[in-house]
């Protein structure tokens, strides 16, 4: 491969379980639910793979897990894909499409596609997460808004962190 694997997240239709595609090893978690705690109590999966499907939602809603696993904005045309389909997709475009994205300025990642934004970048994250400072010298904010930007804030700066290494990681990696 390309680079590192990737991380992705797949659908036991009939066993109606998660197994996550982990750096090249498969985990199942113990439930329906995508979180740092299904994360911790993760098993190996040892079923048989051609049951799998690449879930249409790579994203994770969960700011811990999500730093944990990079899940990938995949293309509509591999979502809902078998394993071995998405390996092969992932070795032969992976890398020319994760370049593509990132030369046009379009974050990868899931999480940023689950957030709401169109066209992030590492400097538009940094930048936001400046911002909500300046919110704390108007009185009509309650504490607990001051918490959610702040975390908010957090969060992005996270994603932010997680899109300069991967833009570093594709960008400078020499074939």
Not at 43 to 55: A, G, H, K
Request: aromatic share 10%; net charge neutral; hydrophobic share 40%.
């Amino acid at each position: 491969m390309p680079l590192r694997p990737i991380d992705a997240i797949f659908v036991h239709p009939k066993q109606r379980l998660y197994v996550v595609y982990y750096r090249g090893g498969l985990w199942c978690l113990p439930r329906m639910k995508i979180d740092d705690r299904s994360w911790q109590n993760r098993r190996p999966y040892v079923d048989d793979s051609r049951s799998l499907y690449l879930s249409i939602h790579q994203a994770i809603s969960d700011p811990i897990l999500a730093q944990k696993l990079r899940t990938l904005d995949l293309p509509a045309a591999v979502r809902g894909s078998t394993l071995s389909r998405f390996e092969l997709w992932w070795e032969t475009h992976g890398f020319k499409w994760l370049k593509d994205r990132l030369t046009a300025g379009q974050s990868p990642l899931a999480a940023h596609q689950a957030m709401g934004f169109e066209r992030p970048t590492a400097n538009k994250f940094i930048d936001a997460s400046v911002q909500p400072s300046n919110f704390n010298t108007n009185d009509s904010y309650s504490n607990k808004n001051d918490e959610s930007l702040e975390s908010s804030a957090i969060e992005k700066d996270v994603f932010a962190d997680m899109l300069a290494e991967l833009t570093d990681e594709v960008m400078d990696h020499k074939l």
